[in-house]
């Protein structure tokens, strides 16, 4: 008897250790024609440094139809194809989200999403940003792409137009904003946009959103790094003071920020493969010569991933400023530190490293630079 009762007491405690937590998220959906046998659920972990984290493969039956449950936590997700399409998910607590996909393997597969108010408004904003891209800056990128075409492209024009290409993004993430502030509320999907976040005035915006995300979800990850982005972008307004960069020159000796002595430096984060970066060179090339390297100067950090095309853009620009590159993209350390998540983006600098100015460019920083040191 005395065996038994510890069999069972042992049973009883077996049990009790591997209860699982219930599934309180649901993911199905249907895919069009069904050539795909498996999606895979990934988390974004670090939406800005593109860290993910691999959470579950999910089987595709021969009609196209899946079906999976998860104990997750709220948080912004994704569901990559094998086809290489994927779409981003804003899970929320007890939600059944279906993913409906149509023309799988066309240029012109759609992508419908319903079930989750938390997805479906993170959908919603997508679609409002891909369109706004493409009306506001993606055509203009079109245009210059045409005139580069001819035999003897306008030189002129296509100046023009890669300014008004420039100008025009900030455009674009101004209707960004003011579609986050009338239509997403305490969304999950709010740390997706997070990665579009910019702009000193917009940061009585953006500390809104974090305080009232802040007090919905008090205990959630996600808030956490939701509060995180805004102090950084605070941190790295004009009047901030700028964290120290360092960071591999072309020869790979390590080259700090606070190394370049001068009364102003503009720290230019551009990369090869980036068109309006490239543009710019022609601006830059004439304001660095302007000056004596004790009154002006510039520290260049590259987003690249590959050295050679770094160092070919460099000569063929003749960007003969310090010039450093970790050669991680938006993993970049400094990327991160100074909240850049797209090009190009810069920082003007005095010498006590104070931010005095932001994104500024060609005849903008021309002038300016003109005014301080006249």
Request: glycine letters at 4%; aromatic letters at 10%; a neutral charge.
């Amino acid at each position: 008897m005395r065996t038994l009762v510890q069999i069972l007491f042992l049973f009883f405690v077996i049990t009790s250790c591997t209860k699982k937590e219930p599934k309180t998220v649901e993911i199905n959906g249907h895919i069009s024609p069904a050539s795909a046998t498996y999606l895979i659920l990934q988390k974004e972990t670090d939406i800005e440094r593109k860290i993910i984290e691999v959470i579950d493969t999910i089987k595709v039956d021969r009609q196209g139809a899946f079906r999976a449950f998860y104990n997750i936590e709220p948080y912004v997700y994704s569901l990559k194809f094998p086809n290489k399409k994927s779409v981003t998910l804003a899970i929320g607590k007890n939600q059944n989200i279906r993913v409906d996909v149509k023309n799988y393997n066309s240029e012109n597969a759609t992508i419908t999403i319903s079930g989750s108010q938390d997805a479906e408004d993170l959908a919603a904003y997508e679609n409002f940003r891909v369109e706004s891209l493409d009306r506001l800056v993606e055509s203009v990128r079109r245009s210059i792409k045409e005139l580069k075409k001819d035999e003897n492209p306008d030189l002129q024009k296509i100046t023009e137009l890669g300014q008004l290409e420039l100008s025009n993004y900030h455009a674009h993430l101004d209707e960004l904003n003011k579609f986050i502030k009338n239509n997403m509320g305490e969304t999950v999907g709010l740390y997706a946009t997070s990665l579009r976040w910019k702009g000193a005035k917009n940061l009585g915006l953006f500390d809104s959103i974090a305080s009232n995300f802040e007090t919905k979800y008090p205990d959630l990850e996600i808030s956490k790094k939701i509060r995180e982005k805004v102090t950084r972008l605070q941190q790295t307004s004009i009047g901030g003071r700028t964290a120290d960069i360092l960071l591999p020159s072309i020869d790979g000796t390590e080259l700090k920020l606070s190394s370049v002595r001068s009364r102003f430096i503009l720290i230019d984060f551009w990369a090869s493969w980036c068109g309006p970066c490239r543009r710019e060179s022609g601006s830059l090339n004439d304001i660095y010569a302007t000056y004596d390297r004790a009154d002006f100067d510039i520290y260049g950090v590259s987003l690249d991933d590959q050295k050679q095309k770094w160092i070919d853009a460099i000569e063929k620009d003749n960007r003969i400023w310090s010039n450093v590159s970790s050669l991680e993209r938006f993993k970049t350390p400094a990327a991160y530190d100074y909240a850049v998540t797209a090009l190009p983006d810069n920082f003007l600098i005095d010498q006590n490293r104070t931010i005095i100015a932001k994104n500024v460019h060609g005849e903008e920083l021309a002038k300016l630079l003109e005014t301080l040191l006249k």
